[in-house]
């Protein structure tokens, strides 16, 4: 028997994910074209990249505040819950099948049901990027927008040079994710299926 769609993704957070995506891409191309910017190679002219990715931080802020509202206030938060009892069995559970099981045709070890949308790896990762490096990400930035800010000294050491590389840890580890997490995304009914999800909020079974 064919299993029902179930809609997982409500407007807000669609809207929400579309938003940060786009922002985030222009906060990578920016960020990268500042860092290696020379008075030789340029990528976007320095001042031009400076501009646009102090406003796209900005807009990031904001709508990271409709993400962060969107699940204290809605049913979508439960998914972010974490139950440590069991968690590493589960993650190891998950990348066996991401490792081997998947190639051998095994059904997946969590099924996405209307309660559990996201597996384990899932779930922790998006935890981990949306309620650490996100937050981290945009809080360094703001620092480093409004530098008056920043203790002079932390730890022993430059407090501006220090929320200057917890910003670009950050946002190197963002970027890391969004490659592995696009690349995860493609595993679905289809290659495409999961992006589909994001544009009409229904989720596809296998
Ligand atoms: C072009 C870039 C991106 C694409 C194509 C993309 C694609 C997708 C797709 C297809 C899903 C639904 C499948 C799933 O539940 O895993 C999803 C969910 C999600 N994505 Fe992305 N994504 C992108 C960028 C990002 C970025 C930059 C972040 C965070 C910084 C992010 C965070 C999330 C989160 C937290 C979810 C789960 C939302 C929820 O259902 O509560 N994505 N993404």
């Known amino acids: 028997m064919a299993q029902e769609r179930l809609y997982l993704y409500p407007v807000w957070l669609r809207l929400w994910h579309l938003i940060n995506a786009l922002l985030c891409l222009i906060l990578i191309i920016t960020g990268i074209s500042m860092q290696l910017s020379t008075p030789s190679v340029v990528l976007v002219g320095f001042n031009t990249a400076v501009t646009i990715h102090n406003i796209a931080g900005i807009i990031l802020t904001i709508n990271y505040l409709l993400f962060f509202i969107g699940n204290l206030f809605t049913y979508n938060g439960k998914h ?29 070890p969590f099924p996405i049901t209307r309660e559990n949308k996201f597996n384990p790896l899932q779930r922790f990762s998006y935890v ?72 009409d909020g229904y989720h596809e079974p296998h």
């Open 80 to 108: 972010y819950q974490i139950e440590f009892r069991g968690l590493i069995k589960r993650l190891i559970t998950q990348v066996k099948y991401y490792t081997f099981g998947i190639f051998k045709g095994e059904t997946p």
């Open 128 to 199: 981990f990027i949306m309620y650490l490096f996100v937050p981290i990400v945009f809080i360094t930035g703001w620092a480093l927008l409004y530098p008056i800010t920043i203790p002079t000294t932390l730890i022993g050491t430059s407090g501006l040079h220090l929320t200057d590389l917890l910003h670009i840890i950050a946002g190197y580890i963002i970027s890391i994710f969004m490659v592995i997490h696009i690349y995860f995304c493609t595993i679905g009914k289809s290659p495409l299926s999961n992006f589909k999800s994001m544009i």
